[in-house]
């Protein structure tokens, strides 16, 4: 039975409906429940925006800080991959004996000997027959004497190490069953390793293995970003007058470009960065360069999906799309076929790029028989060729392919000529710019800490220290200098003026206004300490801007004051301060009046701004410049006889360095670069801003110190390197994430001490 209220919404409801008929719009009666409706409508409508807004600006803002950090992990990537090898040596990976198996045409011919005397061959040669592998080269290199194969990310040797060890056995076997008349003799194998951490470099090359090689001159390794350095830049000679290789008159010693008949990359790339990238694409066509015609790529990595991809997916440590960075600081990309193809393989009619000729995942399992877990692996293998040439062009162009470019020589050359002659302006630029912005230009400088016998006369004027004195570091006990009324010191390459020194000139000058007082007075009663001689200094830059900047400082200018005054009173002299502009480097300098007249110089971080070591000449790119044999001779021509030059200044391999490496267009010759290009997060960024922007810097190995020091006929008293870690608190993720995820940075100086010698 129907209630009233039922029965009379349904004479509502059919009213409603037969009042449409004809109508555009009919008379219609709210609840309060199509108003409540009608409100969450219009707050939903009214809020959708807003909320997109937010999703976009949050999107937007974690893309923002992904690309710090990324940017962050890219400085510091060599850095971590050194702290890596320093903590875990060769004990972490594995010699790897497997690549026979996975790439038997490249390798096989070096286990050959192996399958026979098993009397069968390798299950994993994909039914080829060992004997014919081994009677051949790699691809597209048959009939070769020599074979050079180059690992790109080496680490300490793991894959190459053992090729070299199997090579060696096989060379004996074939002795031991060859005749004297064999006219098949096996090729001889070249091995080049690359890596961008100087410990890993260091570690390979103590291995005997690599030794023996090295002293048969089939091995070289070398500090190398694949991501920033082109393999021009990396000479592979190993004597003094090397082989060289061409096909015209015009002779070039060789270089690793277009050299490589076989080139490996197993798990590097995906330490550089995620795809697309342009450090990433960068690197794909260094590879591509190193090939010969005919060349061999084999390349294996981390695919997509692998077990480790879902351990690290799980905590904020992305950095990019299917990029993580891991715990000790190192990055890792999971690829997938498709990224290798765009990075390496020819599209179309191109042919800048290789062909592909194996590209596939390798998928395993793993099962624990403790737990009965299992551990999905999945990585991507392939093998790529780079197409032959046309037999046509000019003599100079197959010249230039067979000795790896001769126009990326001459640029190279070029380049670093333009920077030496634009170098005084580049610092007129910096120190111009700084005056406008608060960055530090602070270095290692307290005197007092670094070169105690020379500083001791003035430590009692030494500022307090409010954190705590500090251990002084030892120097030997060598002859410092003898009580004297007065010592002049000379800073070269001052730039905004040494704080210890500028420190001593004020507290003189304080000094010297209460000797004054106290004259007048007549109250002055004998000092039970003896007075430090007066300190006069002379401060020396090539940058005009440094020397005006120098000159409006207070305490130079209240030295300043004191002297001049001080000449207008008869009989009594104040101490001598000093400041011109000198360009060191220079054969003819206007310092004559400074000849032989100075007690202590110093050199602080000054020979590294020159440009590179004379005699550091190994490399056919690189210029005999004379600029830091001048240095060091104009300031040997400045020393009083038994006088002495205080020497500190960055050494090779310093974490500045390891930095440099993977800025495009930083490294302008072996150990030398601009630095100030990476202030810019954009990695589009033109690899030509080094013609324009930035200052140099070159790190020294000790032994090159120690030649330019001898050369100028000064004694070495003291020379070693110094090293400093500087470790980060961790408190938080910033700090670390400041540093690419590692929490110490590893400093290192050349610090040395030369005299002038005595003439009897």
């Not at 555009?24 to 807004?53: C, G, N, Y």
């Not at 032959?388 to 050359?413: M, P, Q, R, Y």
């Not at 170098?423 to 910096?430: N, T």
């Amino acid at each position: 039975m129907a209630t009233p209220s039922t029965t009379a919404a349904k004479d509502s409801s059919q009213q409603q409906s037969s009042s449409w008929k004809g109508n555009v719009w009919i008379q219609d009666q709210w609840t309060e429940d199509d108003k409540s409706e009608a409100r969450d409508r219009l707050l939903a409508a009214s809020s959708q925006p807003q909320q997109q807004l937010q999703e976009e600006q949050q999107q937007q803002e974690h893309q923002k800080k992904q690309k710090r950090a990324f940017h962050e992990f890219r400085r510091n990537a060599s850095t971590n991959w050194n702290v890596f090898y320093r903590q875990n040596k060769t004990n972490f990976f594995k010699d790897r004996h497997y690549l026979h198996k996975a790439f038997p045409n490249e390798f096989g011919w070096l286990y050959a000997h192996n399958s026979e005397e098993d009397g069968s061959a390798d299950a994993n040669t994909n039914g080829k027959d060992s004997t014919k592998i081994a009677a051949n080269a790699p691809v597209g290199n048959s009939g070769k004497d020599d074979i050079r194969i180059v690992e790109i990310g080496c680490g300490v040797g793991n894959a190459i190490l053992p090729l070299l060890e199997q090579h060696t056995e096989l060379v004996k076997q074939h002795n031991k069953e060859s005749t004297n008349n064999d006219e098949h003799p096996q090729p001889q194998l070249h091995i080049h390793c690359l890596d961008f951490a100087p410990t890993a470099i260091e570690l390979l090359k103590e291995d005997p293995r690599f030794q023996s090689a090295a002293g048969e001159g089939r091995a070289t390794a070398h500090v190398y970003d694949l991501s920033s350095m082109h393999p021009s830049t990396i000479y592979i000679g190993n004597n003094p007058q090397p082989q060289q290789t061409t096909t015209s008159n015009n002779q070039s010693p060789q270089v690793l470009a277009n050299s490589a008949d076989v080139a490996i990359l197993l798990f590097c790339l995906c330490a550089i960065g995620p795809h697309p990238s342009p450090s990433l694409e960068r690197a794909a066509r260094h590879v591509i360069d190193m090939l010969k015609p005919g060349g061999i790529l084999v390349i294996r990595d981390y695919g997509r999906l692998d077990e480790a991809q879902l351990k690290l997916g799980t905590g904020n440590k992305e950095l990019g799309d299917n990029f993580y960075r891991k715990g000790d600081g190192t990055g890792c990309y999971y690829f997938e076929l498709d990224d290798l193809r765009e990075l390496f393989v020819n599209k179309d009619d191109g042919d800048d790029k290789l062909e592909l000729l194996e590209l596939d995942y390798i998928q395993r399992v793993y099962r624990n028989r403790g737990d009965g877990t299992t551990r999905r692996r999945v990585w991507v293998q392939g093998r790529f060729r780079k197409p032959f040439l046309n037999e046509v062009g000019t003599e100079e162009e197959k010249c230039a392919v067979a000795t790896g470019g001769l126009d990326a020589s001459n640029t190279d050359n070029n380049a670093l000529k333009h920077f030496l002659g634009t170098s005084v302006k580049r610092w007129d630029d910096y120190y111009r710019a700084i005056s406008t912005t608060s960055t530090s230009t602070s270095l290692p400088s307290n005197l007092f800490q670094i070169f105690p016998n020379e500083f001791r006369p003035w430590l009692s004027w030494q500022p307090s220290n409010k954190k705590g004195n500090r251990h002084q570091q030892s120097q030997p006990s060598s002859p410092s200098l003898s009580p004297v009324s007065e010592v002049t010191i000379i800073d070269l390459g001052c730039g905004l003026g040494n704080n210890t020194l500028l420190n001593l000139v004020e507290r003189q000058h304080e000094e010297e206004q209460q000797q004054n007082q106290e004259q007048e007075s007549q109250s002055s009663s004998p000092s039970e300490l003896p007075k430090p001689p007066v300190l006069n200094l002379h401060f020396l830059d090539a940058s005009n801007e440094a020397i005006l900047r120098l000159r409006s400082d207070p305490r130079y200018q209240h030295a300043v004051a004191s002297y001049e005054e001080s000449t207008k009173e008869p009989g009594f002299t104040a101490a001598t301060i000093t400041s011109q502009v000198c360009n060191l480097a220079s054969e003819e300098t206007a310092t004559v009046h400074l000849e032989q007249s100075a007690d202590i110089i110093l050199l602080m971080f000054t020979l590294s701004a020159i440009g590179p070591h004379q005699q550091n000449h190994k490399h056919p790119n690189q210029p005999r410049h004379s600029g830091v044999v001048n240095a060091v001779q104009n300031a040997a021509r400045m020393l009083k006889e038994g006088g002495v030059i205080l020497f500190r200044d960055y050494a090779r391999y310093d974490d500045d360095q390891l930095q440099l490496n993977s800025v495009v267009g930083a490294q302008l010759c072996e150990n030398f670069y601009v630095r100030g290009l990476d202030e810019n997060d954009d990695e589009d960024r033109s690899e030509n801003d080094s013609a324009t922007k930035g200052t140099g810097c070159y790190f020294f190995d000790l032994e090159e110190v120690r030649e330019f020091a001898v050369n100028a006929g000064l004694e070495v008293l003291e020379l070693e390197y110094i090293t400093r870690v500087y470790k980060k608190s961790g408190k938080n993720g910033r700090d670390c994430s400041k540093n690419g995820g590692v929490v110490n940075r590893t400093r290192l100086w050349v610090n040395g001490r030369f005299r002038k010698p005595v003439v009897a």
